[in-house]
Each structure stands twice: as structure tokens, then as C-alpha cells.
């Protein structure tokens, strides 16, 4: 059994203007796990997330980091720990260069000097951007902006990496390489959440899929069980996994037998027809 890391429990938010954007969610999260979040515009994924890590304060409803319920005076230690990278870079990137800018959140963990230029360096290289320390970020390209604000959280090493709609201003070839680092974070048992209106790619990478729609989680559970549920991909106006509606297709047609083992790849695809094609020659 894995320790659960954070306990959010009928948690509420409600913005100056009235607006009540998250309205009794209650999940429990644990060590390691990978999340996708998804759900309309508009359904409360990013509020959802800035309660998380602590920039908002719920208005009824607490958030349990480990043993410690959320209050005030220990905010701190939820921010220490539960990292965000926000959907535009522009909003989070703060200093005028790159060095500055990744070491400003190891710095803000009072950690000792030689640690934060040690941090730094590390996070560069780990988001390849080596040798851009001296270059004033809002002068970057997209892609590289980007990177600067996940190396922004790398630096500060949280337990838990939350990622707000991460590929959507981002080229194809960006998008792909940060799919690359987003894969290298999970293998290295690191909790991260990702929200993201790209349910292919929540297929391929999620063990878990949390579904919001008007500030509610209407439906948890893996990404098979989610996306299998038409009433909530209808309810959410979200479309099946094009290699799920494949492999559909290809049992309809009677080319593969229904063993439910949905690939999540074309390599695999084309592995269950290799396998497929041996069995009816043999
Ligand atoms: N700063 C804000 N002031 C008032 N309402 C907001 C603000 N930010 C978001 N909202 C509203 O809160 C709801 C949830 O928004 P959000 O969490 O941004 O959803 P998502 O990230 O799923 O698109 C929406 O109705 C949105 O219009
Ligand atoms: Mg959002």
C-alpha cells in the first residue's frame, strides 16, 4: 500500500466576484501516483490546483499534506512540497535571467547559497538549458520559456509536480520533448499531476484520471475505466482515445478478439496484430 501524500476533503472556492468554482471536491492522492485532470473549460482544474499548492485558500474544506492539516502558519510547508508549473510561463517567470529566475525558489527555501547555485545548475541541465543562465527569460522562445518554469520547480525538488495544461502553447516538437521530460519525471517516483484537454495523451500517460466538471470531480479511476464511460466523456464534451476507438473498431470488424487489452501505443497496437496474425496462420 502506498502513503497517501495529500487529502483534500470537501474542498470549496469561491472567487471575489461570487463565483463558486469548486464545490465539494474530495480525493485522496498517494506516493508516485500520475494524474491527468481533465474537464471543459471553465470546470475548475486550475483553481483545483492553485488550492493544492496553497496561492489560494479555500473558502470551507481542508487540504492535508502527509500528517499535517493546511492552516496559515504552515502554508509554507505545502508550497515547499507541492510544486506548480502555471499554463502561461509569461505568468510565472519573474526575474530578469535565467540563473535568477530558477534560483528564486530554492533561494525562498532559505536553503544555503552553494545548495541554490548547485540546484540550479542541476535543474538547467535536467531541462537542457545549459548555458542560457545570463539570458532574460521573457526574451525566449516559447518552448524554452516553458522549460525555464519547469526547471523553476525542478530546482526546488517538491514531492508532488503539478503541471497546468502544459502543452498548450506549445509547437508539436515541443510538445513532444516535453512529453519526453514529463515521462522522465514519472519514472524518477515523483507524484505529478497533470491537467490537460488531450485525452490521447492522458491515455498514454496516466494511471489515473480525475474528470471535473463545474467544480466537481465526477469521475476517478483509470484511464481505461474513464474513458470507457461514455456518459462522462458526452457529459464533459470529451472524445474516447483515438487508440481506444481503433482497437473498438478493429474487434467490431472481428480482426482482434475483445480481450479488453486496450494498447496505448501504435507499437503496441501493432504488436497485438502481430500476435493476432501468428495465431490465425498457426
Ligand atoms: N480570477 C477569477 N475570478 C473570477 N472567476 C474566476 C477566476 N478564475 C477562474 N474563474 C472562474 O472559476 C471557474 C473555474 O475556473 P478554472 O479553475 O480556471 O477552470 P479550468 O482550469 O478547468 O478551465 C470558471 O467558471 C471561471 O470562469
Ligand atoms: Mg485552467
Not at 34 to 49: E, L, M, Q, R, W
Not at 68 to 84: A, P, S
Not at 225 to 243: A, C, G, H, R, S
Amino acid at each position: 500500500m502506498k502513503n497517501r501524500i495529500l487529502k483534500v476533503d470537501d474542498l470549496h472556492y469561491v472567487y471575489g466576484n461570487g463565483k463558486l468554482a469548486l464545490d465539494g471536491v474530495s480525493v485522496e492522492i498517494f506516493e508516485g501516483e500520475k494524474i491527468a485532470v481533465i474537464g471543459a473549460n471553465g470546470s475548475g482544474k486550475s483553481t483545483f490546483f492553485l488550492n493544492l499548492n496553497g496561492v489560494y485558500t479555500p473558502a470551507h474544506g481542508e487540504i492535508i499534506y502527509r500528517e499535517m492539516l493546511v492552516n496559515k502558519k504552515n502554508l509554507n510547508e505545502l508550497r515547499k512540497n507541492v510544486g506548480i508549473v502555471f499554463q502561461e510561463a509569461d505568468n510565472q517567470i519573474i526575474a530578469s535571467t535565467v540563473r535568477a529566475e530558477v534560483g528564486f525558489g530554492p533561494m525562498n527555501l532559505r536553503l544555503p547559497k552553494e545548495e541554490v547555485i548547485k540546484r540550479v545548475k542541476e535543474a538547467l541541465a535536467y531541462m537542457n538549458l545549459s548555458g542560457f543562465e545570463d539570458r532574460p527569460p521573457h526574451y525566449l522562445s516559447g518552448g524554452e520559456k516553458k522549460r525555464v518554469s519547469i526547471a523553476d520547480i525542478v530546482a526546488m525538488k517538491p514531492e508532488v509536480m503539478i503541471f497546468d495544461e502544459p502543452t498548450v502553447s506549445l509547437d508539436p516538437q515541443n510538445a513532444m520533448l516535453l512529453e519526453e521530460v514529463l515521462l522522465k519525471l514519472g519514472g524518477e517516483d515523483k507524484t505529478v499531476l497533470i491537467s490537460t484537454h488531450d485525452v490521447d495523451f492522458a491515455y498514454r500517460w496516466a494511471e489515473r484520471v480525475l474528470v471535473f466538471c463545474n467544480g466537481k470531480i465526477i469521475a476517478d479511476g483509470t484511464p481505461l475505466d474513464v474513458f470507457q464511460n461514455m456518459e462522462i466523456l458526452k457529459l464533459t464534451n470529451l472524445k474516447q482515445p483515438t487508440m481506444m476507438e481503433v482497437y473498438n473498431v478493429l474487434v467490431e470488424k472481428k480482426i482482434l478478439p475483445d480481450t479488453q487489452a486496450y494498447p496505448k501505443k501504435v507499437q503496441e497496437l501493432k504488436a497485438v496484430l502481430d500476435d493476432c496474425a501468428v495465431l490465425l496462420s498457426g
